[in-house]
């Protein structure tokens, strides 16, 4: 074998490694049994051949091929194999999703089916904005509270200018000022308390002995016996007004019979005739003379 031939031999083994290399890198197996399917997307978002498939977290294929439907402007047909122990269930669908990064990858959303799809077969594939997707859809509502935003912000800077604000947050530390030397105050007069207490607990347990000794002095009083008493002073009372309201003896006469008070009243008045009578003329009652004479 001449050198030419040798030469040409390795470059051509060259491009074949080179070939199956790059396709392995891609992620194309030549040598194994992967099963071909089809996706149809409206958008694929980015997504490129020998992108990695995952079902459930966990690769099971790559992108194998992207045709776009040029006639019947459909949208994206793409094709990918799996691996040849995966049975796809029907109902099964494919996502597309994106990250921060802008990395983007495909996932299998296996069905509960146990009917298969056949390799070959098309299932329905949608896109996954993911998070991207849903702060592109906060956009117009984010936009639409800018003006809002903005109107509060001047309103709070018309606020905190306002000198009012600051004449308030000066007496609300006056306050708090306050308030901290009424607390230090109450704590001076708790701990007072503190140290006065054994002695008026002391104190206490004097009144309470006080009031137990009267207490058993109370106990001690025979109740029946001075009720008994109070019971005998109330019936001689009794007896008394009773004997008054009748016409026994002068004083129930004087509060009954009305001649003895008429009587009575006669007297006096005679005695006091009499009285006034021996002041107008005392030498009628009384005699008196030095050498015995007397006056007619």
Known sequence: MTKEIKIAVVAILGI?????????????????????????????????????????????GVVKSINYDYEGNDGVVVAFDVDNHLRIPEGSSASIESDLMGNVRMNLLLADNPRRIEPGDTIVGELNAGLMGKLSALVPTIEQMLPKLDSILVSVNTLLADPAIARSLHNIQTTTDNLTTSTRELNTLMASLNRNVPGLVSKADGVLDNTNRLTANLAAVDIQKTMDEVNQTLANVKAVTEKINGKEGSLGLLMNDSRLYYDLTATVNSADSLLNNIKAHPKRYVHFSLFGRKDK
């Open 16 to 60: 074949v490694i080179l070939y199956f290399g790059m396709n392995f890198l891609k992620g194309k197996s030549f040598f194994s049994t992967d099963r071909a399917y089809y996706i149809k997307f409206r958008n694929i978002s980015g997504l490129a051949e020998s992108n990695p498939i995952y079902a459930n977290g966990y690769q099971v």
